[in-house]
């Protein structure tokens, strides 16, 4: 198991920025992708970010490109999301995955997500 903890979701203005944290107390989350997923009021969760499991590698939605950046922390087995220029359609709920290495792309589906974090609500106000 791969339990995951979401944390740094919060309200702020357009424009603003948020970091989002997802600390997992297991070993293997080194050996997996890992991704963040968000799901709008009223939509399907979708794939946002993704980034390879050394790190190397990262894919993004397109509407996130150039505003958000995914890294990792190996070492502390965390996960990060920068979310900058935060726009009110960036709103929902946002959840942090282990996805399956081989389906390691932007456009990774839920069907390929290993594990979840219970996700962190992200508001963003006009």
């Known amino acids: 198991q791969v339990p995951l903890v979401e944390s740094g979701g919060g309200s702020v203005q357009a424009g603003g920025s948020l970091r989002l944290s997802c600390a997992s107390a297991?070993?293997?989350?080194?050996?997996?992708?890992m991704g963040w997923f968000r799901q709008a009021p009223g939509k399907e969760r979708e794939g946002i970010a993704f980034i390879s499991a050394g790190g190397g590698s990262t894919y993004y939605l397109e509407a996130v490109k150039g505003r958000f950046t995914i890294s990792r922390d190996n070492d502390k087995k965390t996960l990060y999301l920068q979310m900058n220029s935060l726009k009110p359609e960036d709103t929902g709920m946002y959840y942090c995955a282990a996805v399956q290495n081989r389906k390691c792309r932007a456009g990774a589906a839920e069907m390929d997500v290993s594990f979840w974090g219970q996700g962190t609500q992200v508001t963003v106000s006009s």
């Open positions: 297991g070993y293997q989350f080194t050996f997996y992708c």
